[in-house]
Structure formats: structure tokens, C-alpha cells
């Protein structure tokens, strides 16, 4: 499902992570640069509209897909969870570009929710996207008949500049049904009974919650007795997933540490949160539920009943690895990709702490005119690359008597690869400077 604890170390997977923005402030940034008629994109060309909000940046991620470049971390982390469900269909390579009903409405996302905005999403145009998250794909994958599948993926998301967001980060999603009848029952009983008994013995504690309740509801049409198993298989089979994971270093002095919460989706229910205690601290891993069978009626599924998760790939990366910067995913310095070997999971070492190079940026936004702080964050990843650690808004006023409203943002450059120069900086800080003035109108103070 749209399982968004997320491309960061701090965003969930499931369900969407958004910025807290008033509704009436969830509309495109009025640009005043022209756009392009016409994008080409995966060799195809696209006519653009008022919803275009695509970048150079981000389009030149797209043909990359990092899960399937061998030995690459992302890769190792993709092959050790396929590896636990051998018997899967496994599925990762799939187009980034959708159209919205397929990205929301197949999933029975409100006509309302904060992710169709141009604030929070890549748009081609009004009738085609760039995926959110891997559940965009999972009508289509029950439709074909799947029923035991791991889908993994790039997606992409509009948000800020630091060490632990990237607007690409990559996703896990897995399901199972099963047939709603007798011998569905029996199917579940058996392997429940199965998951138990390994469980049973290994090195793990788990903190569980009830499979139903009042908060967390069985569906209308589905039998509460055999939902509440699916629900116990979904948890069995995470905690075999999370022990696979996590479990290498633990030991019944030390054993491994599961939490189970509840939660709230508006695709699964009953729906649940996955946390892991790691080096002392509980971090949250995954999202998950009883797959709501609207969604199983989108895909012309009859008499079934299943569950799905979804992970971030980055996140879990960032943990078993020791990869302090997200960015880092993306580097292509021997020194970094040199270090890593498929099916091995290794130590990062760092090869370089280069230094920071501050620089603030202030601007008046004229009347009528409106930046989203992810269209800042995107100009400025468009103009520097990779070369920006983070963004900070630092101030904002209004004036008392102009009503005019002014922005200071302060960007820390810091490459991963080499020092940067001052001149340098100061270079790309004026590129920033004349982009937003001609996209934007802005006036910098």
C-alpha cells in the first residue's frame, strides 16, 4: 500500500508524510518564467500545462534506478528482503511515470489530499505524474493475477534540502492474498503455525497488539475471524522479515526487539506501524494493513482477502550501513562505490569531511505571487546539484505597511566529493539569485 514512512531516515513509508501547509496555500507557485511547450522524458516527448512542476534535475534521475545497479547498497538491501520471500513474484522495473487516477484514485485517495499538489508532487502535466509511492502499481499487479509479489521502485516526492531527504528515495511494497473460503482459512492456519514455530526459537522479543479492535476495525465485508489471521500472518511474517533484517548481532543476552502499533490508513484496515529497537533507539521501519478490498474490487479480484507492507529502501540503508548523507546514494566517487559488494552488508567508512560554506539569501516576493518552500528547495537543487547539504528558512516578515512578505533562507554547501571554493560558492549562489528573479519576480534584498 502507500506505505510512506519514506525516503528519509525521519519519513514514513506509510502513510504520506506531508509539511503542515493551510489548504488554501496547496496550489501551484505562480512562476513568471516561460515554460517549455514541449518535455521529453524516457525518450518520450510530453506537452506541458499549468501543472508542470518537473525539473531538469529530477528528470536526469530517472533512467538510473540504484535498487538494480549491482552491488550497490540499495541493491544488496533489495536482494536480502527478496531473498526472505523466495517464493514471491519479484517485481523492480516498472516506468516512474503514471497518471494521477493511477497514483491516487485507484487507491481510494481522498479528491482533497495534500499529496495531489503540485506542492508535494513531480507533474509532467495535469494527466501524467511521476509515481509517489510503489502502490501505484498494485491494482495493475493483482489485476495480472499476482498473488504473492515484492514490488520495488524510485519514487518521488517534492520536499526539503538536508541530510536525510532526497526528492528520489526507494520503496518496497509486498502483499499476499489469499481465497476467502475454507481452504483459504486452512492456508493461513498452516503457515501462521509455520512463522510461530520459527519465531518461537530465535532471538527476538516482540511488543504486540491486539490484531483487531474498536481503533483499528476489521472491514465491513470481511469475516472478523478470518481477518484477525491475516492480520496475525502479516505480523508473523514481518517479524520473520524484520529478524532477517535485523538480527544478525543478536543473541538471547541481546535478542532482537519488535514493536507493533496501530495506526491509520485509508487503504488498509485493520493497519499497523513496525518499530525496531536499534543501537538503543526504537525507529520506525515500515507500515502495513489488511488491504481494503475496494482496492481488490479496482482490480477485478473476486473472494479475496490479503494484507501489504511497504518500506523505504534509503532508511534502512542509512542504519545497517552507517551512510551518514542520503546523498550519498547518488555519488558516483569510486571512494564511496569502491567500498560495497553485492550481497555483503558493510561498514561505511568516510572518506572525506570537507567544509561548509554558508550563504543566506533574502527576497521579497511580490503580491500575487506565491513560493512554496519545496519550490525554493527545488530551484536551488536544480541550480547546485548536490553540492547543498541543506536549506533553512531563517526569517520571515511581512511588512506593517507594504503588506509585502520577505524570505531569508540559508543554504550550506557541502560536497561529498572535494572542498568547494569560495568563489565557487559564491558563483552558484548567483545563479540562485538570478533563477529565482526570473522565475519568480522576486526582488532580493
Known amino acids: 500500500m502507500v506505505f510512506r514512512l519514506g525516503a528519509s531516515v525521519t519519513r514514513k513509508v506509510f502513510p504520506l508524510r506531508r509539511l503542515t501547509i493551510p489548504r488554501h496555500r ?23 500545462d499549468e501543472f508542470t512542476n518537473i525539473t531538469p534535475a529530477i528528470i536526469s534521475k530517472l533512467p538510473l534506478q540504484l535498487h538494480n545497479q549491482p552491488s550497490h547498497p540499495l541493491s544488496t538491501l533489495r536482494g536480502l ?20 487516477f493511477k497514483n491516487f484514485d485507484e487507491l481510494s485517495f481522498p479528491k482533497d489530499h495534500p499529496g495531489r499538489s503540485v506542492t508535494d508532487s513531480y507533474y509532467i502535466n495535469k494527466n501524467m505524474m511521476l509515481r509517489t509511492h510503489t502502490s501505484t502499481h498494485e491494482v495493475e499487479t493483482f489485476r495480472r493475477g499476482e498473488t504473492k509479489w515484492l514490488l520495488t521502485a524510485d519514487v518521488y516526492r517534492r520536499d526539503e534540502i538536508d541530510g536525510s531527504h532526497y526528492p528520489v528515495f526507494h520503496q518496497v511494497e509486498g502483499a499476499r492474498i489469499f481465497d476467502a ?9 498452516e503457515d501462521n503455525e509455520r ?37 496475525k500472518n502479516l505480523k508473523l511474517s514481518l517479524n520473520s522479515l524484520m529478524l532477517q533484517i ?27 506501524e513496525v518499530e525496531v529497537m536499534f543501537q538503543g533507539k526504537w525507529l520506525e521501519i515500515l507500515g502495513c494493513g489488511v488491504v481494503r478490498q475496494a482496492t481488490l474490487d479496482t482490480a477485478g479480484v473476486e473472494n479475496k482477502i490479503g494484507w501489504a507492507f511497504g518500506l523505504g529502501l534509503e532508511r534502512i540503508a542509512m542504519i545497517l550501513y552507517s551512510i551518514p548523507d542520503i546523498r550519498l546514494f547518488w555519488s558516483t566517487d569510486p571512494r564511496f562505490l569502491s567500498q560495497f559488494e553485492q550481497g555483503k552488508i558493510t561498514t561505511f567508512r568516510p572518506y572525506s569531511k570537507y567544509p561548509s560554506c554558508f550563504k543566506d539569501i533574502s527576497f521579497w516576493v511580490p503580491q500575487g505571487i506565491s513560493i512554496h518552500e519545496n519550490d525554493f528547495c527545488d530551484l536551488v537543487r536544480d541550480t547546485a546539484g548536490d553540492v547543498v547539504e ?32 569560495n568563489n565557487e560558492v559564491n558563483h552558484i549562489q548567483a545563479q540562485v539569485a538570478t533563477r529565482l528573479k526570473g522565475q519568480f519576480d522576486v526582488e532580493i534584498r
Open 390 to 421: 541543506d536549506v533553512k528558512k531563517i526569517d520571515f516578515f511581512v511588512h506593517p505597511k507594504t503588506q509585502r512578505t520577505s524570505f531569508c533562507y540559508r543554504i550550506n554547501y557541502r560536497s561529498m566529493d572535494r572542498s568547494l571554493s
Open 195 to 231: 512463522l510461530s514455530r520459527h519465531l518461537s526459537l530465535s532471538n527476538i522479543i516482540i511488543e504486540d497488539i491486539p490484531h483487531i479492535s474498536p481503533a483499528n476495525p476489521v472491514q465491513p465485508s470481511h469475516d472478523p475471524a478470518f481477518s484477525e489471521l491475516v492480520a
Open 181 to 189: 473460503n475454507a481452504s483459504g482459512v486452512k492456508e493461513v492456519e
Open 246 to 272: 535485523f538480527g544478525g548481532n543478536a543473541s538471547k543476552q541481546e535478542p532482537l526487539r519488535v514493536r507493533w502499533i496501530e495506526a491509520y490508513f485509508p487503504f488498509t484496515s485493520p493497519s499497523f
Open 26 to 48: 496547496r496550489k501551484a507557485s505562480t512562476q513568471t518564467s516561460a515554460r517549455p511547450q514541449h518535455l521529453e522524458i524516457l525518450g518520450t516527448k510530453y506537452l506541458t
Open 81 to 100: 528482503i527478496e531473498s526472505h520471500y523466495p517464493d514471491y513474484a519479484h517485481l523492480s522495473s516498472l516506468s516512474p511515470l503514471v497518471t494521477p
